[in-house]
């Protein structure tokens, strides 16, 4: 058995790239759940919640403002593409949006089978000393581990009359690779993606 470890290793610039792994082909459609009671058919303005933007977790890095303001404008954009305002007063707001990035490590262990061939002869080869053969199209397994960080980035559309979520959109994937941080497109193209179910009509 052959043991190979693999380590993937994050940093606090891979963590601000949440948003980039929504648009990846290999990351789930988000999940998105909503109060089918609410009517979001009078939501126009749209304000962030004033303590949006926290990581929790095994691997709770800390975001500089920088980084949580990019992410901010790639949500914010994507509203406004849907023909909603986004407004800076919290008081004025319809909906509070709040975002949440959670980690937990996680390892992924994977075995392989491989074929092995050959033949030898003799006092010493085989399972014996009177072995003829030692094996022939026997298989040998490779164990692979790679440890990674899962990150679960959170919407939620808080009424602040209700002071409660009454939408949420979930997304959930490995924390992986480099970002270009030169193209905002990549992010605004994920943050897309995560508000593409709202509002839910």
Not at 12 to 19: A, D, H, P, Q, R
Not at 71 to 87: F, S, T
Not at 113 to 138: D, L, Q, V
């Amino acid at each position: 058995m052959t043991l190979t470890p693999k380590r993937i290793s994050t940093s606090l610039g891979l963590v601000c790239s949440l948003l980039l792994l929504a648009a990846c082909a290999s990351t789930p459609k988000p999940v998105v759940d909503y109060k089918e009671d609410f009517d979001f058919s009078g939501v126009q303005k749209i304000g962030f919640y004033k303590n949006s933007g926290q990581v929790t977790g095994d691997n709770p890095l800390q975001l500089s403002d920088f980084q949580k303001e990019r992410i901010d404008n790639a949500l914010a954009n994507a509203l406004r593409n849907k023909g909603l305002d986004v407004v800076n007063d919290p008081a004025q707001a319809d909906l509070l949006l709040s975002w949440h990035l959670g980690t937990q490590h996680k390892t992924d262990v994977r075995t392989y089978e491989t074929p092995s061939y050959g033949a030898s002869y003799g006092r010493y080869g085989g399972y014996n000393r009177y072995s003829m053969y030692n094996c022939w199209n026997c298989s040998n397994t490779e164990v692979r581990v790679s440890d990674y960080t899962e990150g679960t980035f959170i919407i939620d559309m808080i009424d602040p009359a209700l002071k409660k979520s009454v939408w949420r959109s979930v997304t959930q994937s490995k924390l992986k690779g480099k970002r270009d941080e030169d193209d905002p497109s990549e992010i605004n193209e994920a943050a897309a993606r995560v508000l593409g179910g709202f509002p839910p009509f």
